[in-house]
C-alpha cells in the first residue's frame, strides 16, 4: 500500500524559508515522478515541481522558479521541497504525488497516482 506522508509546513513571515518533507513507503519508487502540487482556498490544485525519484531534470512552475527546489534522499525514501523567499501568494495547502514514469513529467494533477494527504504553508505579510 503506497503511502505519501508530508510534513514541514507552518506559518512564517514574507522572505522567509521552509522546507516540506514527503516520506514515501509502499513500493519502490526508482521509475516514479515525484512531484509537489499546493492548492489554496477557493482554487484549484496547481502543480509546483516534479522529478524523477532516480534523478536529472526537474520541471519548476515559472511562479516558483528561482525559489523552490525539489531533491531526495534515497535513503530515507524521502522527497524535499525547499522553498525560499516566501510571499503571501505561496500560502496554500502543498501536497506530495507520484506517478509511474511514461516518458513525460507531467504536470496535471489528474496525471498523478498517489497523493499525500497535505501540508499547510502560510506565510504572513
Known amino acids: 500500500q503506497v503511502q505519501l506522508v508530508e510534513s514541514g509546513g507552518g506559518l512564517v513571515q514574507a522572505g522567509g524559508s521552509l522546507r516540506l518533507s514527503c516520506a514515501a513507503s509502499?513500493?519502490?519508487?526508482?521509475?516514479?515522478?515525484m512531484g509537489w502540487f499546493r492548492q489554496a482556498p477557493g482554487k484549484e490544485r496547481e502543480f509546483v515541481t516534479t522529478s524523477k525519484w532516480s534523478g536529472g531534470s526537474a520541471f519548476v512552475a515559472d511562479s516558483v522558479k528561482g525559489r523552490f527546489t525539489i531533491s531526495r534522499d534515497n535513503a530515507k525514501n524521502t522527497v524535499y521541497l525547499q522553498m525560499n523567499s516566501l510571499k503571501a501568494e505561496d500560502t496554500a495547502v502543498y501536497y506530495c504525488?507520484?506517478?509511474?514514469?511514461?516518458?513525460?513529467?507531467?504536470?496535471?494533477?489528474?496525471?498523478?497516482?498517489?497523493w499525500g494527504q497535505g501540508t499547510q504553508v502560510t506565510v504572513s505579510s
Open positions: 504525488a507520484a506517478s509511474r514514469f511514461r516518458g513525460s513529467y507531467y504536470q496535471r494533477a489528474n496525471e498523478y497516482d498517489y
Open positions: 509502499g513500493r519502490t519508487f526508482t521509475d516514479y515522478l
